[in-house]
């Protein structure tokens, strides 16, 4: 009798192991991106969870849409951005940040997608001319963002969300690793960093001019870097 229950209790550990691997699994796209920049190399994953956005950027990615774009504006302790085609070999001092493919993606909000550091999320337009909160078609941001402490988040909570209270779990984050939570189902994040947060914080660290724009270009190369299941 008791080597029946040891093996049963075998096979439901079994079994729980082999779901939470299939969970993993599905929570990534198996394509994994490299972000070569001036400052150092960016891996980034795609959430599965948010397929427009995953899709498309991959589909700029093979056009070779992001070669020799800049992060046109990058803010301390916030974001670094990217993705407008008209950085390309923009002049000094130039405005950057009004540039796209043309097209707009519909909103992917996920509660269990959010602003910590190293997510990869689509800038937009404004509330006030896009209240569907549609993406940018091209342009995205990586989020540095900074550690809260409970009174901050509570103030968050209050003065950023309206109200809306942020789960336990992504409130432990913001308390470790940091982010920028008053983002959170604001903007569409679709993807993580898997590794080279210290690039993310190098090129938020940047000397920048009144419009957030590095005074030295920070060029970037987006491409494939392999498919492998997770």
């Known amino acids: 009798m008791l ?11 079994l079994t729980a192991c082999t779901a939470t691997r299939n969970a993993n699994k599905s929570i990534y796209s198996p394509v994994r991106i490299l972000l070569s920049t001036d400052s150092g190399d960016i891996v980034l994953r795609l959430y599965n969870k948010t397929p427009l956005h995953r899709d498309n950027f991959i589909k700029l990615v093979k056009q070779k849409y992001f070669d020799s774009i800049l992060f046109h504006r990058v803010i301390k302790n916030f974001m670094i951005q990217a993705g407008d085609p008209n950085s390309k070999n923009a002049l000094p001092k130039i405005q950057l940040g009004n540039g796209g493919p043309g097209y707009t993606l519909p909103a992917e909000f996920d509660s269990s997608l959010f602003h910590k550091k190293g997510a990869l999320a689509a800038a937009r337009m404004g509330d006030n001319e896009n209240p569907l909160k549609a993406s940018s078609g091209s342009q995205f941001y990586i989020v ?3 550690v809260f402490n409970d009174a901050g988040l509570d103030s968050v909570e209050t ?7 942020l789960p ?3 409130r432990e984050v913001y308390k470790t690793i940091g982010g920028s939570p008053h983002l959170d189902m604001g903007y569409t994040v679709f993807g993580e960093v898997e590794s080279g947060l210290q690039v993310v914080d190098k090129i938020a660290a940047a000397d920048r001019d009144a419009n ?3 005074l ?3 060029k970037l190369r987006i491409r494939i870097l392999k498919k492998r299941n997770r």
């Open 144 to 146: 540095q963002g900074k």
């Open 159 to 165: 003065f950023r969300l309206k109200g809306r209270k």
């Open 216 to 218: 030295t270009d920070i």
């Open 212 to 214: 957030n724009r590095p």
């Open 3 to 13: 080597q029946k229950l040891l093996i049963i209790s075998l096979i439901i550990f």
């Open 168 to 170: 336990l779990v992504h």
